[in-house]
């Protein structure tokens, strides 16, 4: 049975992502559980990845992955697309390739392609996205902060054309051939990448005599004032951690299937940390203390998920 809001409208989530893999490694696991219980989960991708590298060691040398490298990560995302059970829908727009501490501005987007996401106007870029959001009209959308997660040209661009699509996708007067106006109650950014988790996970890891892949983060870790304390959202997904994996290795041309992602064994992760973690950007509904579901104050009374949550 679907999850449904409280007029009995099946719940929807909305994941805008820079580029293919992101939506397996930010979230996925949270994902695979609202779509176990009936929640529609639409994931946008801004970018095709075509400026990104082939990071799997086995198959950096590969010609047939270097030969095309857009249609091999298409394809990887159709895989994905499957083991996560979402839509996806693509943007167009192309990869702005990596760039060494990269700051959004006029000088550093100067340096980027000229073809590429992160040069775009905001609001033009916003355009396709309004339409998406008006059309499936979802409950909850995330994305990433302003940083963008880490600094990345797309992914602080998509951070941007977000949070401008969602305003222009509000507001009645902008663009009706777009379709009806549609305010998103709730917006989070992710959080998993946050240093309580690594340093639980690297705590449990070393407890049961084995090597942590953590060791170096935590030693290199550079503490930001704007990072403490802003998760807001921890949502229990362990049993669904099995699933990101799976959609994670979809994406071999980015994922070593015999590297760090992997290293800890399930029975820590699940017990060191079994949740995936946001942060709040927006809500129009009242929020109370960290919540454990991102669609806190959206359910119908009756969801049997809701009821499962409160015991």
């Known amino acids: 049975m679907p999850a449904t809001d409280p007029s009995g409208d099946p719940l929807r989530l ?39 590298d082939v990071l799997n060691p086995s198959l950096a040398h590969d010609p047939a992955v270097l030969a095309d ?42 340096t980027l392609p000229e073809d590429c996401f992160a040069r775009m ?11 998406h959001v008006r059309e499936f009209r ?8 302003e940083s963008g997660g880490y600094p990345h040209p797309d992914h602080i661009m998509c951070h941007l054309v977000t949070m401008a699509a969602l305003d222009a996708a509000a507001d009645p007067d902008h663009a009706p051939r777009l379709g009806d106006p549609w305010v998103v109650p709730k ?18 890891t070393v407890a049961a005599g084995l090597t942590s892949p953590f060791q170096e983060w935590l030693d290199e870790w550079v ?28 994406h071999a ?16 992760q699940t017990a060191a940390w079994p ?10 509904v009242p929020v109370d203390g960290v919540e454990d579901d991102l669609f806190s104050g959206l359910r119908h009374p009756g969801d049997p998920s809701e009821e499962r949550m409160d015991t």
Request: charged letters at 30%.
């Open 14 to 52: 909305m994941a805008v992502h820079a580029h293919p893999d992101d939506e397996s490694s930010k979230g996925a696991a949270a994902t695979a559980r609202y779509v176990a219980e009936g929640v529609a989960v639409l994931v946008v991708t801004c970018t095709g990845g075509e400026r990104g």
């Open 69 to 110: 490298l857009p249609a091999i990560r298409r394809a990887e995302m159709d895989r994905a697309r499957e083991i996560l059970g979402i839509e996806q829908r693509w943007l167009g727009f192309v990869d702005s390739g990596w760039v060494e501490d990269y700051v959004h501005d006029a000088a550093s987007a100067a």
């Open 121 to 131: 106007d905001v609001a033009e870029a916003a355009e396709p996205l309004v339409a």
């Open 138 to 145: 979802p409950h909850v959308v995330t994305t990433y902060d």
């Open 187 to 204: 917006v989070y950014y992710h959080r998993g990448f946050n240093k309580p988790r690594f340093e639980a996970l690297h705590r449990a």
């Open 223 to 250: 503490d930001r004032p704007e990072d403490e304390d802003v998760v807001t959202a921890r949502v229990p997904c362990s049993d669904y951690f099995g699933v990101r994996d799976d959609a994670l290795r979809a």
């Open 253 to 268: 041309t980015q994922i070593d299937a015999d590297g760090w992602w992997f290293q800890v064994p399930m029975e820590i």
């Open 275 to 284: 949740t995936e973690d946001f942060q709040l950007a927006r809500s129009s």
